[in-house]
Nanobody, 115 residues
Framework: QVHLVESGGGLAQPGGSLRLSCVAS????????MGWHRQAPGKRRELVAT???????NYAAAVKGRFTISRDNAKNTVDLQMDDLKPEDTAVYYC?????????WGQGTQVTVSS
């Protein structure tokens, strides 16, 4: 089992910044993927950004150039720096850990972008 705890999020103005953090614990494997998805009201959950254990990243087109994912394999953490936030970034953000075809999700943290 894997347990994910997220922190960060909150309210930001358009053009502002927020940082999300997630720490994984439990039975962790060295080969894994960590990242972030989000779900806005009335919409499906969607990819935001992910990073493999080897540093390979994948970003959604909507956030590329504004969001930066990073991770610390020694600490089992993954962060998401969100800059130039837009109202359409408003959503619940979920941390993801994937290994051996099993997905684990955090409880979610709310990000609201509004003036």
């Amino acid at each position: 089992q894997v347990h994910l705890v997220e922190s960060g999020g909150g309210l930001a103005q358009p053009g502002g910044s927020l940082r999300l953090s997630c720490v994984a614990s439990g039975t962790l494997l060295s080969v894994n993927l960590m990242g972030w998805h989000r779900q806005a009201p009335g919409k499906r959950r969607e990819l935001v950004a992910t990073m493999l254990h080897d540093g390979t990243t994948n970003y959604a087109a909507a956030v590329k150039g504004r969001f930066t994912i990073s991770r610390d394999n020694a600490k089992n953490t993954v962060d998401l720096q969100m800059d130039d936030l837009k109202p359409e970034d408003t959503a619940v953000y979920y941390c993801l850990y994937t290994a051996v075809l099993a997905d684990y999700w955090g409880q979610g943290t709310q990000v609201t972008v509004s003036s």
